[in-house]
């Protein structure tokens, strides 16, 4: 993002000490950090009783891995902005940058995405072997994931209040499995199931994962899945971006 030249100086030295203090503010509740790491793994076994139980691997699991990363996002992120409102109103009257703001959030959130859906996946891998290359299953898992820190920041920028912002995830998540292939088959697809179903991040790391457990694999669908993923933050970082700015205005 550094290289962004959109990006000026002030911004980029406003971002790296907007991310310096957001991972203290982290590192200081080490705690809550901590159960939010831990709850990746705990799932990841969880879901290793129920395949282990059925002694093979299903695309069930997959969407249960996909669904689960947006949802580490989404929760990591739906307090962040709304809970600093009355901070992000009163710094910036002396210049913050909302844009820096934004990404300092998506930086450390990113990061703390990444710890949780590696150990998720290990967790998993530690007992079922996953058809297809670990390293590309992260990759795709941590995209998901991030796309769910869009959805979080969201939340959180347009929110009232914390209760809000964290009643309102589910709203977002629900629709992850109802316009799926999990829920109606796709040939029983209708033009709105069609098209909702593309405008969820799930459906595209779902699909990647399917394609890496193929005994042929089609890398330019997996590739054209990973792009589909990146453009989730990036529309729904402009649209929080749009959210903090006119509540500056305001």
């Known amino acids: ?51 282990g139980s059925l002694g093979s691997v299903s695309p069930m699991l997959y969407f249960v891995l996909c669904l689960s990363s947006v949802w580490f996002g989404a929760v990591n992120a739906c307090r962040e902005i709304v809970k600093e409102r009355a901070i992000l109103q009163r710094e910036s009257l002396f210049g913050l940058s909302s844009l820096a703001y934004l990404l300092s959030k998506f930086q450390v959130l990113s990061i703390l995405a ?29 995209f998901c994931s991030i796309a769910g820190v869009g959805l979080g920041l969201t939340i959180s920028s347009f929110a009232g209040n914390q209760e809000r912002a964290v009643l309102s995830v589910p709203i977002l998540i629900i629709p992850q499995i109802l316009f799926s292939e999990i829920a109606v088959p796709s040939h029983l697809f ?15 790391a779902y699909d990647s994962f399917l394609q890496l457990a193929a005994p042929t694999t089609s890398w330019f669908t997996v590739a054209t899945n990973l792009v589909a993923l990146t453009t989730f933050p990036i529309a729904l970082g402009l649209l929080s971006l749009l959210s903090l700015k006119f509540t500056k205005s305001t």
Do not use: H, N
């Not at 100086?9 to 790491?37: A, H, M, N």
């Not at 590696?118 to 898992?141: C, D, H, N, R, Y």
């Not at 209708?190 to 595209?204: C, D, Q, S």
């Open 190 to 204: 209708g033009k709105t199931m069609a098209i909702a179903e593309k405008l969820m991040p799930v459906r595209w």
């Open 1 to 51: 993002m550094a290289s962004v030249p959109m990006i000026s100086p002030e911004t980029k030295r406003q971002k790296r000490i907007l991310t310096e203090r957001y991972w203290d503010c982290l590192l200081g509740d080490f705690k809550s950090v901590l159960l939010l790491i831990l709850q990746a793994p705990l799932i990841g076994w969880l879901c290793t009783v129920v395949w």
């Open 114 to 142: 990444l710890c949780q859906v590696s150990l998720l996946l290990m967790a998993v891998e530690w007992q079922l072997a996953l058809p297809g290359p670990f390293v590309i299953q992260i990759i795709t898992l941590w």
